[in-house]
């Protein structure tokens, strides 16, 4: 099952083909890369009258842009009252996924629906799209990011956002480290997201890689669940981890708490009448 993250007037994809996406973010159109792409596009995407900046991968790693008309540092765009602050990243990226739109309408209406004060805990929290969402909708969020850059952003996502500064505490850490003081300090918390990345280096050389760390980070976290949890989502890039896989590692870990557990890819339209799959996410609700 694939859900799809309708609903967008700021952002769009044009058209894909042969490994890219073209894109509108608000006014700028941009061309970037998209491994999963691998059908033949109608036209030449490069030859696109409106393109400002394009995204080059390079044989030897990594890549760059390249810029067609001036693009500014930042840019916002806007989704029912939630708002990001973007920028032009080294690795092809602009600060935000619109894809996790899907997730963010599904908690802010279980926060809704809760009725009672919920504590969210976002782990590998980047620039604050669930945070932003779920404080929007009322929740108090622990956001958690080892990159102090990426914190600072969210901040400023945030504050666009008009929320109430006091409903989300920001820390920057290691996530795996900080759960381990959590639990120590006996700390508690209704919701908990989680979108690790698929491989990566601590800031002493240790190596994270996600298939073999996942089951015993959620295992961790279902320690710092409060006695009556509202949900625990999931998210994953990972290409060989299957959304059943998260399932299963959910089941396994909460199996202490009473609940409901879903998998799925998640999914952006294409003005082509095509959905473009960007990733799974598995989640448990207490119902």
């Not at 209704?190 to 298939?211: C, F, H, Q, T």
């Not at 199996?255 to 339209?269: C, I, N, Q, R």
């Amino acid at each position: 099952m694939i859900k799809v993250a309708n609903g967008w007037k700021d952002y769009e994809i044009i058209a894909t083909g042969d490994g890219q996406k073209l894109e509108r973010w608000g006014k700028l159109c941009l061309l970037r890369p998209d491994p999963q792409i691998i059908w033949h596009p109608s036209f030449k995407l490069e030859t696109y009258p409106k393109i400002n900046a394009t995204y080059h991968r390079s044989s030897t790693g990594g890549g760059g842009w390249t810029f067609s008309s001036k693009v500014p540092d930042n840019f916002t765009i806007e989704r029912n009252g939630l708002k990001f602050s973007l920028k032009l990243m080294g690795f092809k990226h602009t600060g935000l996924f619109p894809e996790q739109a899907v997730n963010w309408d599904a908690m802010q209406e279980l926060i809704k629906k809760a009725n009672r004060p919920i504590k969210v805990l976002n782990l590998f929290a980047y620039t604050g799209g669930a945070t932003v969402a779920c404080a929007k909708a009322g929740a108090h969020v622990t956001h958690v990011d080892a990159a102090k850059a990426m914190v600072e952003r969210a901040k400023e996502n945030v504050a666009l956002s008009s929320i109430d500064t006091t409903h989300v505490r920001y820390i920057v850490d290691d996530c795996s480290k900080f759960i381990a003081r959590e639990i120590k300090r006996g700390n508690k918390y209704d919701a908990i997201i989680m979108d690790p990345p698929s491989y990566g280096r601590g800031a002493n050389g240790e190596v994270w890689k996600l298939e073999d760390c996942i089951h015993d980070l959620v295992s961790k976290c279902s320690e710092v669940l409060s006695e009556n949890p509202l949900f625990f989502l999931i998210n994953s890039y990972t290409t060989g981890l299957q959304p059943t896989v998260m399932e299963n590692i959910l089941k396994l870990s909460l199996k202490g708490f009473k609940g409901t557990t879903e998998a799925y890819e998640v999914g952006l339209p294409t003005d082509e009448g095509l959905v473009l799959p960007c990733g799974c996410s598995a989640v448990w609700i207490n119902k």
